[in-house]
Every structure is written in C-alpha cells, then in structure tokens.
C-alpha cells in the first residue's frame, strides 16, 4: 500500500497552505485564536466557499464558468429584493436561474460551443439584470437569512461550521453519490460512460444545474452577511472560485475535482488576505499575492506529479 | 452578380450590416444632429477596442482554450507605468513608449513562459499572471492621477482629416495585422496550428516559437491600448482595462473569427468594435438602462456563436 | 455442443467496405455457448470491422445477423449488451479518473441507491479475485495509479461482471498484450472454465501459442475473408503462419542497394538496451513492419521531433513527414489544397516573412501535375478531395520539401490501388535520386518493397532484414511471438 497516492497528494497540499497559513494568522494576532475572532478570519469565507464548489462542478465536466461572479451578485440582487418582499417570486426566479443553467449546461454539449465564451456572454445577462433590479446599491436581506448567518453555534463559529458542512455535502454528492461518480465520468472519460448507455446530454445538464444551485446558496450567504446588496458585489468570485478549484487539487480537464480541497481552497484564499493585512503590506498586493499562491501551487503539483510518474514508470 | 455573392460571402460582412443597421436607427431617432459626432465617437472608442480585440484575435485564432485574460492588468499597468516616467512632459515621451513596449514584452513572456513551464491552460497562466499585474499596476497606481504630456493629450483627442487620431493609429495597427495574417508565413502558422496543433507541428511549423509570439504580440497591443487610452482619458484610472476583458473576446467572436480556432479576420474587428459601441449609444439614445445594455450585449454574444455553429465549415 | 444448437451470435454472408476497401468480403461467423473462438489474421485483415459488427457498433452492408438463432433487422450496442455481450477493447476505456469500484458502477446501470459501493466494490473483487488471485488490487484506488496490466486486467474482470442478466459472450481483443506470463496464464485458465460453465469468448491474439492452447476453433481471416475455420488441434504454428499469409506473392523486382550499407547513416535512433538500433542512410527505402501499434509510428514521431523546429524552423531541415491518419496528423482542415501542400515549403519561399505567392502558385501547380491530383482547382478546400487524392497533396508537401530523410507513417490507408502505384513509382525515383524514406506500413507487399526492413513488436524493434531476406512468412514469424513475453 502506497502511503501517497494520487488523491491524497492532491488533499495534502491545499491542507498544508492553510495550516502555514492559519499558524502565521495565529502567531502575528494571537487575538484572532478565539470564538469571535475566527469568525472574523472566516467569515467571508461561506459565500467564496459555495461559488467554488460551483465552479468545481462546472470544472468536473472540463468546462469553465466565466459568469460565477456576476451571477452570485444577481442572485445577491435578488435575494435582497424579491425574496425580501414575496418570497414565492423570489424563490420562482432563484428556481429558473438553476433551469437556464441546466439549459446552458445542455446547449454548450448539443452545440459543441466553448464554455468561455458562453459563460463569458451569460456574465452580460447576469450583470445586465442586476443592474436592472438594483441600479444603485441597496435592497436588504431577509432577516431569516440574516439570522441564519449570524447564528452562533457552541464550540465553533459559524463560518467553520458552515465550511465543514459545505464540505461534507459536496463530497458526499460528487465523490460518494452514485450520481456523482457518473457525472466525474463525463469529465474523465465521455465515450465509456457514453457506451455504458447513460445520457452525456442529461449528465452535464445535471451537472450545471446542481453548479447553479450551489451558486444561488453563494449569493443569499452574502446577503446574509452584508445585509444588502449591489449588482457589483460579487465580481471578483470568478476569479476566486477558479483559483480556488485549482488550489484545492482541481484540475482543469479530467473530472478530477475535489470539493473538499476545493472547500480548503476558498478557506486559504480568504485567509490568505488577512494574513497580508496582519503582516502589514499594503493591500495593493493582495491580489498579486493570491495569483503569487495560484502559480506557486501550481508548481508545486507539477513538480508532485512528475516524481511521483517516476515512481510509478519503473 | 458574383461580386454580391463574393461581399456576401465574407464573415466580416454581418457585423459590418449590423453596424450600419445601428448607426441608421440612432441617427433616424435623432433627426441626423449628431451624425458627425457619433461617427467620431464610434471610430475613437472603437479604435481601442480593435487594437486589444486584434491581439486576442491571434490568440484565440491558435485553438480551443488559447485566450489572454491578461490584457485589463496589462491596460492598466501600461498606462499608469508609462504616465509616470513621462512626467507629464513631452520630451519623455520616447521613454513612456519604451515602457509601454517593456511592459506588454515582459508580460507576455510571462504568460508564455507560465503557459509552457507549469503545463496550464492558458487561461489558467494569464489569469493568475493578471493577479500580480494588477497588483502591480494597483501599487504604481496609488490613487494618483498624473495626466499625460500635453502633446500625447492633444494626439490622442485630436483628429486628422476629420478623422480621430486613434482611429489611423489602429488602421495602421490593423493594415499590418492584415498583412501579417493574410500574406505573412506568421499568419499561415497561427492558422496551421489552430486548425490542428500536432499536424501543424508534423508539417514543419514551429509551434512553440509562433504561440509564443502571439501571447507577446497580444500583451504588447494591449500595453499600446493601455497607453493610448490613458492619454486619452487624461490620466490612468485604475479600472479603466476592467471592461477590455469582455469586450476584447466579444469582437474576436462577433467579427466572425472562428472561436475554435484556425480562421481569424481583421475587418470583422472593426465592424464588431464599431458595432459594440454603436449598439451601446443607440440604446443610450432610446434611453435604455444600463441594466437592458448589459443584457442586450450578452444576448448578441450567445446569438452569435450559436449561430456560428451552425456554419459547416468545421 | 452443450447448450443447445443456436449460437449466441451469428452473421452470415456480411460484407463491409469503406470507400474503395472492402474491410469484410463476405464473412460467415458463429460462436456458440460453451465454446472459445480464436480469431486471428494480419492487420486489416478485417478482425476489428468483424467485431465492431458482432457488437452492434457497425451495421454490415449486406448479410444477415442472427442473436440466439433469431434473425435480427437492426443490431445496435444496447441491444448487444442486453443478450450479455461485451467487449475488451485494446484501448483504455475506463475513467481513468475514477476509483475500480466507481468505474464498476459506471458499466452498470442498477448499481444504486444505498449501500451501491459496497455492492460494486464486492462484484468487481469478487470477480478479480476469481480471474487472477492475488491480484493485489485496491478497488478503492483511482484508475490512474494504476499500470497498464493492472488496468488491462480491470477492464477484463469489469467484461465478465454481471449484475443484472448473465453474460454470454465475452469479445477479448489482445487481452494478454500487457500482461506478463503468469497473468496471461491466470486470464487463460480462466477463459477456458467461464466456457466450460457454458460461456463463450472470441479470443483475438497475436500470441500464436495462447491461441493455440486455449481455443476449441480458430478462424483465419485473410483480405476481408475467412480463409480457415478449423478445431484447433488441426493447427500448428506454421500451419497458422501459412494460413494468415498468401502462398506466393510475385515480388516487385528491387535494384540492389548493397552500396548503401557503406555509406554514412543519414538518422539513427538508439534504443537504450530494448531491442535494436535504428540506421537510415541516404537513398534508402526502409520498411517499418509489425502489428499495428507496436511502437512504430511513435519511434517515427520521435525521430521527427529530436530533429528540432519546435522554437524556429531550423536552417536545413533534415526530415519531412507523412501523416497516415490524415484527420489527426496531416490535414489542416480549413485550408485550400495549394495552402496544405504548402505549409511545409513557407519558410523556402518566404520573403521578408512574406508568403511568396507568386512562387508557392508556381510549386504547388508543378506539384499538382507531377502527382496528379484530382481537381480543376487547387484552391478548392482540402477536404473536398477524396482520401487518395488529399494522401497525394500530403505527399506532395513532404517531397516538395528540400529534407533529405522522409518519414511515412502508414501513408496508404484507405488509398486506392491506382493511387499507390503511382506513388511507389514516385518514391523509387526520388530514392534513386538520393532520398532516405522511412515507410511504416501496414501491407505486406508495401514493406517487401523495401530495400531493409526492421520489424517492431512490443515497442521495440526485434528482426532486422535486408534485401533478399524480406519476406511475408519472415516478417509475420517476427511479428508474432510464439508465447507471452
């Protein structure tokens, strides 16, 4: 029995970053070691969490989502609009946005498009209606929503918590679910499960719906954490819930995904912007730093896999 | 006859319709009072946006999953470096543009180097290379506007036979861009190796070589558009690449450009920049919202390339 | 006969063609319960096309196919795996992503609901412990940490699972080709007690000698027919040999080249202590023979890359390449013909990094008459010629070329007859004017045509023959092992 095989490797390295990264938090503001203080660390942490595994599900069927942000700051839009005020309408729109998923989702197979620019063209359409609902920033959250987030759960805050159960329902569903298993097989291989007699077209619309799902949890947390919303709110999640994926042992074609490290991936991220404010560089890098981790991450594994395709080439 | 069929035959000649089609609407509900000036404003506006659409052009003419989310970091790094060293005097103006033309050099050997180092996608590689760009530019930026030399402000707001100084300038980058594409050995190749990389490579065409030239090439327009528009404007916003991102991809897709690479057009450039802005005013002059803009231009995107699938040319 | 006399599966009179090749020339074949058919031949002799039919992934052009005695009007995959056939391809098709137990649930649909990886992991363990004990497999592992044997004998055991309805007949395509003796043994002994319990399995090998031992019939296939159909015990290895091979083959009369032997290798390839080296020398016609797949179109790839031109096309470029899988190695697909026949030369007719249009119209237009391609107009598209005509503008590429060394990875396929004498006379005469061809084929009489001739088996070159030692019974006898390595 190998000790280090593939997928552990892949679970090691996003597990390792936070816990450097937790130590330096921990060590520069021994404050933060405490109930409330981890809170803060974290607490927006929920939301980047729940897009990631998002994109994850999208990454799993080797497609890309380019319109993550503006369609977490949508549904954010929406949240503290329409659910706000009737709840059924609300929920009606949240409930067709998780359709035109699915039926993106099914269009970027029948049509053999590129997912980029698909996605990339939803991002207009999302933004486009969250300019419209809310023009200037406002709108305020259900005060259930807001409850839910503010909850303070015995032995660890909320944010962790909630990360934690993230987690185990994503891995659940994509890793252990036998669902999951068909949906990782279109990424990793379409022509057997294909020739095992499933519907590629429904796996991956499936696949895009459960993405949208996970994307709509995204935009009512952050509501749920800001109080109110902006067509803006969300707009580097893009960004982050790639770099999350790849941070968390995702890659980009394949199906191998992991929503655990993908979870571990949003968790880093966030912290690793306190981090930098604690060590007093200037926020200007902040950015920098997170592409800074993403390459060296990268590296990392690169360097991960090539050894260990040598042990296992001889 | 077969003149007709031949203009009607040529990808570009849709966006180009469309234009038209546009322009007519909006200078119909306004009665021909800004006839000259829309027509100035869509050629400055739509001379940025040819300059970065071109070099995204090359990238994404080299196949599935080529495409460069660098150039806003870039843009905006260009234009801020550049304004700095100039010190808003005119006789430094030479040591600006060696700026802009190191920073567009060192950032696409960057991205290659990313690209071919770490084995990622490219979209990966220019994603996370744009993070520390943008981190750059953030720092070079701080808040500080400097305006650029009176000459280039001039330069680059005035006009030459009536038509914006901007607009010739892209014309020239464009005429050469043409050359290289439709009768140099460069264009044939970066066909040949977006219609199928392993032939191409079979057939003697030197694909590292060529691919890494066209992520310099796109970095370096993108620094040039950086450079130009922050003269411009007056100053280096730090914002002001963030709509390049979307717009660059969206009129290499609508100027007909095979988004599966292989087939790329230049006038199709000029005709979906122009197009872009036109549609963008003349819902301004109806008075529609931001909001309705948005969504229009995602629409128009999704339209296009699924309509484009439809071509049996692939 | 044990279980009654209806074959599982039989077709009869079944012809195939793909264009001008007739890949099944009318083909009679059944397999019955409790029975194990060898299926054996030389590449494209129509095995592959035979099974893809038998499995409902090809639809013959005429004959009839009939499952469990009843005639069948349209064969299809599903219906093929509800009567419990299933097929061992020689490529990998599991997720290479996903755990044995995963990959398990994949092939069966009725694998779910509580407790279904439990289920999955106990049918696959259960079904590799009973093929190759102490095996060693984790089935909680992901496909990808595994070897290619250890694979092989995943995908085998995933064959023989069955979780709803029993399985009939088992298709084994080179099954053994990456397992060691011991294993191939365990596969063996097995095979022969899943058939003793009333199962059938088409047994497909190169390794003449398990053909032999395990099955009860072997059939010959030969040019798209079935030229023998006997009980195994009526053949030996050279019986075999001699039935897959034709009798007499009058061969093209080749100018001796024994000159060549003293001159300089023009490209060489060494091969790290597997096998022998390889040695091009001016004017040569080499032959790479073998079984398809065995490593021949990967060496001729890696000659082709050691030579450079990844970063700059170099200034005297030695090699120039024929793309025998058009789609995936040769064709440009949106170019005109004059642009594909081209790509090559650009950089001998550039000026000032400007195509020389003028020029490339002058050599792509001499080329066209001196190969004859089919087409009033060379800047028609590429793929409206026929797959003949768009191999000669592939030809034409390569030779137009100044490289002195040219590598022709199975240039033929799907060529016709009046093509490819045309293009052998062309390459005898470059040859004769000092040009190095490499020529990986899959025919016998292209490889006889051959000045030397190194064959490939398992990745490496095992025989080297030279002029008058080339022959079909050598060159098969080379390519088959007589047991498992």
Redesign the interface.
């Known amino acids: 029995m190998k000790l280090l095989t593939a997928e552990r490797i892949r679970l090691l390295v996003p597990s390792m970053s936070l816990a450097v990264l937790l130590v330096a938090v921990f060590w520069l503001q021994p404050r933060t070691m405490s109930y409330t203080g981890l809170n803060l660390l974290f607490n927006l942490a929920v939301p980047i969490a729940l897009a990631t595994v998002a994109q994850m599900l999208i990454m799993m069927v080797n497609d890309l989502d380019l319109s993550m942000g503006t369609f977490v700051s949508f549904v954010a839009c929406v949240t503290a609009t329409w659910v706000q005020t009737d709840p059924l309408i609300g929920f009606a729109i949240l409930a067709a946005c998780i359709g035109v998923y699915a039926l993106i989702g099914a269009l970027i197979y029948l049509r053999n498009l590129p997912s980029i620019v698909v996605t990339l063209g939803m991002s207009f359409v999302w933004g486009g209606l969250a300019v419209l609902l809310l023009p200037a920033p406002g709108g305020v959250a259900p005060d259930w929503i807001r409850a839910i987030m503010t909850v303070k759960p015995p032995f660890a805050p909320m944010a962790i918590v909630a990360s934690i159960g993230i987690a185990l329902v994503a891995h659940w569903l994509v890793m252990r679910s036998s669902l999951g298993v068909v949906l990782r097989g279109v990424g990793g291989n379409e022509r057997t499960v294909e020739r095992a007699g499933w519907s590629v077209l429904r796996a991956r619309a499936t696949a895009y719906a459960l993405a949208g799902f996970f994307a709509v949890l995204a935009g009512m947390c952050l509501v749920g954490l800001t109080t109110s919303a902006d067509a803006n709110i969300a707009l580097r999640y893009t960004l982050l819930s790639i770099a999350g994926v790849i941070l968390g042992g995702g890659e980009f074609v394949g199906g191998r995904v992991s929503p655990i490290g993908a979870v571990i991936g949003a968790l880093t991220l966030t912290l690793a912007a306190s981090l930098l404010s604690f060590l007093k560089i200037s926020p200007d890098w902040q950015i920098g730093a997170q592409g800074a981790i993403l390459i060296i991450v990268l590296a990392v594994r690169l360097l991960l896999n090539r050894s260990e395709a040598r042990g296992t080439g001889q | 006859m077969s003149l007709v069929r031949q203009v009607f035959g040529k990808p570009w000649i849709w966006a180009f319709l469309a234009t038209l089609a546009t322009f007519v609407v909006t200078i119909l509900f306004t009665g021909g009072a800004s006839t000259v000036g829309l027509a100035q404003a869509a050629l400055t506006f739509g001379a940025f946006s040819v300059i970065v659409g071109l070099g995204q052009m090359f990238v994404v003419t080299l196949g599935?999953g080529n495409?460069d989310l660098s150039i806003p970091a870039t843009m905006t790094l260009a234009g801020t470096l550049a304004l700095k060293v100039m010190e808003t005097q005119d006789g430094l103006i030479w040591l600006g543009l060696v700026v802009t033309l190191l920073t567009g050099l060192v950032i696409g050997i960057a991205n290659y180097g990313?690209i071919k180092?770490?084995?990622?996608?490219p979209?990966?590689a220019t994603?996370?290379?744009?993070?520390?760009?943008?981190?750059?530019a953030?720092?070079t930026n701080?808040g500080i506007r400097i305006k650029p030399p009176e000459l280039l402000a001039q330069f680059s707001t005035a006009s030459t036979l009536g038509i914006p100084n901007v607009a010739w300038l892209a014309l020239v980058i464009s005429v050469a861009a043409w050359?290289?594409l439709e009768?140099?050995?460069?264009g044939?190749?970066v066909?040949?190796i977006g219609?199928?990389m392993?032939?191409?490579?079979?057939?003697?065409?030197?694909?590292?070589?060529v691919r890494?030239a066209t992520y310099v090439l796109c970095a370096l327009l993108a620094a040039i558009t950086g450079f130009l528009l922050s003269c411009f404007s007056g100053g280096a916003a730090l914002n002001m690449g963030a709509e390049y991102l979307?717009t660059s991809?969206?009129v290499v897709?609508i100027g007909g450009t095979?988004?599966?690479g292989?087939?790329a057009n230049v006038p199709g450039i000029w005709g979906a920049s122009l197009f872009l802005f036109l549609v963008v005013s003349m819902l301004n002059t109806y008075g529609a919202?931001?909001?309705?803009?948005?969504?229009?231009?995602?629409?128009?995107?999704?339209g296009v390339?699924?309509a484009a699938?439809r071509r049996p040319?692939? | 006969m044990t279980q009654g006399d209806n074959p599982v599966i039989s077709v009869n009179g079944a012809r195939k063609s793909f264009g001008a090749v007739h890949a099944l020339d009318g083909v009679d074949f059944s397999v019955r319960a409790g029975e194990c058919v060898g299926l054996v031949g030389h590449n494209g002799a129509g095995k592959s096309t035979l099974v893809s039919i038998l499995n409902g992934g090809l639809s013959p052009d005429s004959g009839t196919l009939a499952l469990l005695g009843r005639p069948v009007e349209r064969h299809s995959i599903a219906q093929a795996r509800s009567i419990g056939l299933r097929c061992v391809f020689q490529e990998l098709s599991l997720c290479p992503n996903l755990t044995v137990t995963e990959n398990t649930r994949v092939a069966h649909r009725s694998l779910r609901g509580f407790g279904w990886r439990g289920r999955a992991a106990r049918l696959i363990k259960d079904k590799l412990d009973e093929i190759f004990p102490d095996n060693g497999i984790d089935v909680g592992r992901s496909i990808s940490g595994f070897s290619i044997a250890q694979r092989q004998m995943i995908e085998i055991a995933t064959a023989f699972t069955s979780s709803d309805g029993s399985v009939r007949l088992v298709v084994l395509d080179e099954p053994t080709s990456s397992l060691d003796a011991g294993l191939a043994g365990q596969l063996l002994t097995f095979v022969r007690r899943f058939v003793a319990a009333g199962g059938a399995v088409v047994l497909i090998s190169h390794i003449l000698g398990e053909v032999l031992s395990t099955t009860d019939r072997i059939v010959v296939m030969k040019d798209g027919k079935v030229v023998a159909d006997r009980p195994s015990a009526e053949f030996s290895t050279e019986s075999l040999v001699g039935a897959m091979g034709s009798v007499v083959r009058a061969r093209e009369a080749r100018a001796a080249r024994d000159a060549a032997a003293s001159q300089t290798a023009v490209l060489s390839h060494t091969s790290a202590g597997r096998g022998l080296d390889f040695v091009a020398r001016p004017g040569e016609l080499i032959g790479l023979a073998g079984l398809a797949g065995h490593g021949q179109t990967r060496m001729l790839v890696d000659l082709y890359m050691a030579e450079g031109g990844s970063w700059r096309t170099p200034a005297a470029r030695k090699v120039a390449f024929v793309a025998g899988d058009r789609a995936v190695d040769g064709n440009l697909p949106l170019w005109s013909i004059v642009k594909n026949m081209s790509v090559t030369l650009l950089p001998e007719i550039a000026r000032f990094g400007l195509v020389d249009r003028a020029a490339e119209a002058r050599v792509t237009a001499d080329w066209h008459k001196r190969i004859a391609v089919r087409t009033e107009n060379m800047d028609n598209p590429i793929l409206s010629l026929s797959g003949g005509n768009q191999q000669k503008v592939l030809f034409a590429r390569a030779l137009a070329s100044p490289a002195p060394v040219v590598l022709m990875d199975d240039p033929m396929r799907g060529v016709d007859i009046g093509t490819k004498h045309e293009v052998y006379a062309m390459l005898r005469a470059e040859a004769a004017a000092g040009r190095t061809f490499v020529w990986y084929s899959t025919e016998m009489d292209e490889v006889c045509q051959c000045d030397r001739v190194y064959v490939f088996r398992e990745g490496e070159i095992v025989a080297e023959l030279v002029g008058n030692e080339i022959s079909e019974e050598r060159i098969l006898s080379a390519s088959f092992a007589e047991k498992a390595a």
């Open positions: 599935p495409v990313l180092l770490l084995r990622i996608p979209i990966i994603l996370s290379a744009s993070f520390i760009v943008q981190s750059a953030i720092w701080r050359v290289a009768r140099g050995i460069y044939r190749f066909s040949a219609q199928n392993r032939a191409a490579r079979l057939a003697g065409v030197p694909v590292d070589g890494f979307l991809i969206a897709v095979a988004v599966a292989g087939f919202s931001a909001g309705v803009r948005m969504l229009l231009t995602g629409v128009i995107i999704i390339i699924v699938s040319a692939r």
